[in-house]
Structure formats: structure tokens, C-alpha cells
């Protein structure tokens, strides 16, 4: 048996640099879509402060056995400030920090930043070039725009959730931040595109990023394939509504595969290879639009097969036959996974909480050749950095009269 390959051990340099360094981003962001955006920036160089109120960003809260593993792998290479926004001094504070920044996030409830005195027409007077990004769950302005702006909302609201799942059970929602996720993502794309343009023009811009607006997007073609038929798209499982076969196959040793056959080609591959060539020809499954009649027959067929052999026979029999298929893996598999290892998908980095003393989490994405993604320095304590951040900008002893008021805190 091959040896399991073990992560790739990285320490943090804090002097490390790529393509967003002298990038300065404002986060008042709190929950994932804010701190995955910002994430993404400060992987690449961009100096991002986090300011936290007293209780800090909401992650810190969501912890296993005691570890805030959320934080630590969505605020790595960050800073920290923390600031009482309930008072003036503290929003004078954030207008100051404002003033020398390129981005400031925000994920509060449509019209909170505002009433702090923070409105986006105020931050562009501070710095014309400025690029605001409001994160919220259904956005500015509509009918929905105070509703709260939980992503599982958003994910039942986009269609999603009436598609995932077997016909004869309830709707499923995703078990992890999906609609939080492609928002974070393509918030980061979104202020790229603005300080493209605030570089290019000086002009800033507010971005309307709302949860809702990407997983609904990723849902298309749903409405015109509602227009064309007037049909609701069933709940199939794993299968395709597009193209059989397509699902989730056991194996003899309670593994799961997935397979895909997508292609008139593929589906040949694979009839041969589990010996069923006749089926090519067979009136049922001769075409994609004959397989899609009679999915449960083939399915059935396949099924069968995949069912006398183990995982590890299931991908060895496939991979011979050059047959798009693959293993369905869990965190505890992928952990020990060759492909994830080497590739550096998982990295592990120095974290004293840990057991062992490293912490897993992600590697870099996105990987870009010249300009790779940093690490910089781990997720920071609360107001780790309020002296580094905060000195330069109001000087000593502003920040120790701040401190002793309690509008600067410390974590």
C-alpha cells in the first residue's frame, strides 16, 4: 500500500508581497460573503482591515471543539481594528481610514449605513475614488430590501432548492454557505472591474452586491426553459435532466461514485467496457434522447455492475476504460487525497489551538503565475492591529485619549 501523502507545511512571512500590495480595503463586512470577498483581496496582497465591533466579527463565534476554524481560514492575511461604531468618534475613525483606502465592504441591513453616517454619497465626498460594496441578501433598493439576508433564504428564494433532491422527498438546501460563497466570489470580480475603472477615471462606484443575484444566476437557462415548456425542471437526484447517464453509483465495499456520460462517445466507452455493447444499438438507449426515456433501465444496468466490485476496482476498471468517472469524497478522504495534496488544494499553517499545532485549510485560489497568491500572517485576535492600523493614521495620542473613552477596544 502507497504511503498517505501528508499537506504541505507553510509558514506565514509577513513580508511577503503580490499583486494587490499597497491595496488598502475597509471591511466592516460580517458572516462569509463579506470575509470570503475580502479574502480573496488579501491572499493577493491587499492590506485588508477588519473592523470589528467589541464582540467581534460573527465567525469568531462559530467554533469546533473551541476553535473558531471559520475565522482562521476565511481571515487569514488579514488585519484587525476593533471600534464601538455605536459611537461618532469611532465613525470619524472609519471616514479617516476611508480617506487613504481603495475598497470599504459592508454587509449591514439596506439603510444602517447610512443612519451611522456613512452614507456612500459622504464616503465619495471623503475620496472620490473609493469602491463601496454593499453585500446584503436581496439588495438596495426593491420590495425585498429590508427582508433579512440569510443566504438560506436566498438559496430556497433562486430556484435552487426546488431542484435539489429526489422527487419523492422535500426540497434540499445546501448543507454548507453556497449562496454566501458565490456571492464573496463575485463581489471580489465586481470591485476589480470598478477599480479598473476608478483607476482608469478616478471615479468610484457603489457595487449592489446581493446574495441573491449569483445562484440565481447559476440556475440559467430556468427561465427560458420555463417560457419553452411551462414545465417545472423535477427533482431528479444525481441524475441529468440533459443527458443519461449521469448519477451516483455504490459500490460493493459502500463507496459512491459519480459517472457521467455526457456525450455520445462517452456512453459508448462505457457500455463496452461493462460489456453491454449491444446496448449501443438497442432501440432504448441508441441516442440521448432515447436514454433519457428509459433512464431507469440503464441506470439499473449500471448500477449492477458498479455493485460487484470496490471503490478502489470501480475507479482502476474505468480509468483502464477511459470512462469519465469518479470517486465521491468526504473531508476525512480528501484529507489523505494525493491529488489534493500535491496540488496544495490543502495546506497546513502554525496555529498554536491546534492539537497537533497546524491548522488545514485551503490553498490558493485563484493561482496566477506571476503574482501567486501570500501568506501573509494568520487570522488576527481581535484589535491585534489597532496601533499598527490606527497610530499612523490619528497619531499617539489621539489613540490613547480613543482608547481610554473606549471607542478603540482591545480584544
Known amino acids: 500500500m502507497s504511503e498517505r501523502p501528508v499537506p504541505h507545511r507553510r509558514e506565514f512571512d509577513p513580508a511577503a508581497t503580490s499583486a494587490l500590495q499597497g491595496l488598502r480595503v475597509v471591511d466592516l463586512s460580517r458572516l462569509v460573503a463579506g470575509n470570503l470577498l475580502t479574502k480573496v483581496l488579501a491572499d493577493h496582497g491587499a ?12 465567525l469568531r463565534a462559530w467554533r469546533t471543539r473551541g476553535i473558531s476554524t471559520t475565522w482562521k481560514t476565511l481571515s487569514r492575511n488579514k488585519l484587525s481594528i476593533c471600534l464601538d461604531l455605536r459611537n461618532l468618534e469611532a465613525i470619524a475613525v472609519v471616514k479617516r481610514l476611508v480617506d487613504g483606502a481603495a475598497i470599504f465592504v459592508e454587509s449591514f441591513r439596506p439603510g444602517v449605513l447610512e443612519m451611522m453616517g456613512l452614507a456612500p454619497e459622504l464616503l465619495l465626498a471623503i475620496n472620490p475614488r473609493l469602491v463601496i460594496v454593499r453585500v446584503s441578501g436581496w439588495g438596495q433598493d426593491g420590495p425585498y430590501r429590508h ?7 436566498v438559496e430556497g428564494y433562486s430556484g435552487f432548492a426546488a431542484v435539489n433532491g429526489f422527487a419523492d422527498r422535500e426540497p ?41 443575484d449569483p445562484i440565481h444566476v447559476m440556475m440559467e437557462p430556468q427561465h427560458a426553459n420555463w417560457q419553452l415548456t411551462r414545465q417545472i425542471k423535477p427533482r431528479t437526484g444525481s441524475r441529468s435532466t440533459n443527458a443519461v447517464p449521469r448519477n451516483a453509483y455504490r459500490t460493493k465495499d459502500g463507496g459512491w461514485v459519480c459517472l457521467s456520460a455526457s ?43 458498479i455493485r460487484g466490485m470496490t471503490l478502489e476496482e470501480t475507479l482502476a476498471h474505468f480509468d483502464r476504460a477511459g470512462v469519465t468517472i469518479g470517486p465521491i469524497m468526504d473531508a476525512g478522504m480528501l484529507a489523505e487525497d494525493r491529488y489534493v495534496v500535491e ?19 485551503h490553498g490558493m485560489v485563484p493561482r496566477l503565475s506571476a503574482t501567486p497568491g501570500i501568506l ?16 499612523p493614521v490619528l497619531g499617539e495620542a489621539e489613540l490613547a485619549r480613543l482608547r481610554a473613552a473606549g471607542v478603540v477596544r482591545e480584544g
Request: avoid cysteine.
Open 343 to 361: 496540488r496544495e488544494a490543502v495546506i497546513e499553517v502554525p496555529d498554536d489551538e491546534m492539537p497537533e499545532g497546524w491548522l488545514p485549510m
Open 376 to 391: 501573509a500572517r494568520p487570522a488576527p485576535k481581535l484589535g491585534e492591529h489597532n496601533r499598527a492600523i490606527l497610530e
Open 147 to 153: 427582508k433579512p439576508g440569510f443566504g438560506t433564504l
Open 263 to 305: 456525450t455520445q462517445g462517452m456512453t459508448e466507452k462505457l457500455l463496452r467496457s461493462i460489456g453491454q455493447s449491444a446496448l449501443i444499438t438497442d432501440p432504448r438507449f441508441r441516442t440521448n434522447t432515447d436514454r433519457l426515456r428509459h433512464s431507469d433501465e440503464l441506470d439499473a444496468i449500471i448500477a449492477d455492475y
Open 172 to 212: 434540499v438546501l445546501p448543507p454548507m454557505y453556497m449562496a454566501d460563497g458565490y456571492a464573496g466570489l463575485y463581489g471580489a470580480a465586481a470591485a476589480m472591474i470598478a477599480l479598473r475603472h476608478a483607476e482608469a477615471t478616478g471615479q468610484g462606484q457603489v457595487i449592489d452586491q446581493t446574495l441573491f
Open 47 to 58: 492590506e485588508v482591515v477588519k473592523v470589528e465591533p467589541p464582540e467581534g466579527d460573527t
